[in-house]
């Protein structure tokens, strides 16, 4: 531009005038899709449901608090072992907006409270998997009608499995509660509380608990594999994370003082144990995995295949009733029509006038 500019006002063009011409003629601008789409995902933020679930007292909720830094249990009240014992299965939810660097993530936090605590438990996995198809069922809701700018992605992307660290493996409700879930979401399994067991324990419980999943058929999340041009330190990493799995974890939200440091951590008569030293948990790790290498990931395997397959097999029962009935029935229970708003009503007015100025064009022709 600066060299025909030039050779218009009759001056002579310098060599970097006309190898930056070159070099402009060459760009097209589809290098700066990254920038767009970064700035506006930005813009929008980001949603992430996690959900947490195993027996009351293996600090399920004061991990979240300390992935997230943030409380998100202030008013909780603890039920005794008779009130436990009572108690159903039930699902609560917990929204907190968090920003970062300008960047916004509105996360939901699904907690389930009363699972393994009762003397029978029997099925005691079932509100939760209900709940996760209710989710599949009103996205797939939304995402049939009319309007679909806004609608809310409330789908369960991750769920953190607490496995108890006095046993010696998996128990039966364990492996049910994993097999039940493996095709719905997400399962990352964790050994809780891993500050009760000695380095040799809890290398061995990692290993019966790996055979196990193994040996019952148990389908985990599975680490993508690593891309074959990242470099041998990104490599390195990934396989640190794969042989870490299940996580031994341990959460703390109290600040304590070690080798002249603040740190979070867990005070005890014979040392403090440190939430963030990988040489005593891996805290480090499971936050590295779930927020910032793969939570993109989780969500598109939520997405592409567990979301994918309830979406499938929806359509592939309408149609079947569709062939045998000779009419369609949706095999989901139908809600109550609500009355349309302003802005539906308009949407409709345009889609209705659309054919009409298609065809007053082609008379015009």
């Known amino acids: 531009m600066f060299y025909r500019n030039r050779v218009l006002r009759g001056e002579r063009a310098c060599p ?14 589809f290098a700066t899709l990254p920038n767009q789409v970064h700035r506006k995902s ?11 679930a195993g027996e009351s007292g293996l600090g399920k909720s004061t991990l979240v608090n300390s992935l997230f830094l943030t409380d998100l249990h202030k008013d909780r009240k603890l039920l005794n072992a008779e009130e436990r014992i009572s108690q159903t299965v039930g699902i609560t939810k917990h929204t907190v907006d968090i920003e970062e660097k300008g960047v916004k993530l509105k996360l939901t936090i ?8 009762a003397v029978n438990n029997t099925d005691c996995w079932r509100p939760i998997t209900d709940y996760i198809e209710q989710q599949f069922e009103q996205y797939f809701r939304d995402e049939s009608g009319l309007n679909r700018k806004n609608i809310q992605d409330n789908r369960v992307h991750c769920c953190l499995y607490f496995i108890p660290p006095f046993g010696h493996g998996l128990r039966p409700v364990d492996v049910e509660f994993m097999k039940a879930l493996q095709d719905k979401v997400n399962v990352v399994p964790l050994i809780s509380k891993a500050d009760c067991l000695t380095p040799n324990e809890i290398r061995r419980l990692k290993d019966r608990v790996r055979e196990e999943i193994d040996k019952f058929g148990i389908k985990v999340y599975q680490f993508p594999d690593c891309d074959s041009d990242e470099d041998e330190e990104a490599k390195q990493k990934d396989r640190e994370l794969k042989e870490s799995t299940p996580f031994a974890v341990i959460g703390s939200n109290m600040v304590v003082e070690a080798r002249g440091q603040k740190v979070r951590g867990r005070f005890y008569p014979w040392g403090i144990v440190e939430v963030e030293n990988q040489a005593h948990c891996d805290f480090v790790k499971l936050r590295t995995m779930l927020i910032r290498s793969h939570m993109h990931d989780l969500k598109d395997i939520t997405s592409d295949c567990h979301y994918e397959n309830y979406r499938a097999q929806c359509i592939h029962t309408m149609t079947s009733k569709m062939t045998t009935d000779k009419r369609v029935e949706s095999p989901l229970p139908i809600l109550p029509l609500s009355t349309p708003d302003v802005e539906t009503e308009k949407l409709i007015k345009k889609k209705d006038e659309e054919p009409m100025q298609l065809l007053l064009i082609r008379l015009q022709k």
Do not use: C, H, S
């Not at 970097?16 to 601008?29: H, P």
């Not at 813009?43 to 996690?50: A, E, Q, S, V």
């Not at 699904?110 to 605590?117: A, E, I, R, W």
């Open 16 to 29: 970097q005038d006309m190898q930056f011409t070159v070099a402009e003629k060459d760009y097209v601008g």
């Open 42 to 52: 930005v813009k929008k933020g980001f949603d992430f449901t996690l959900m947490v």
């Open 110 to 117: 699904v907690d389930t409270p009363g699972f393994g605590d």
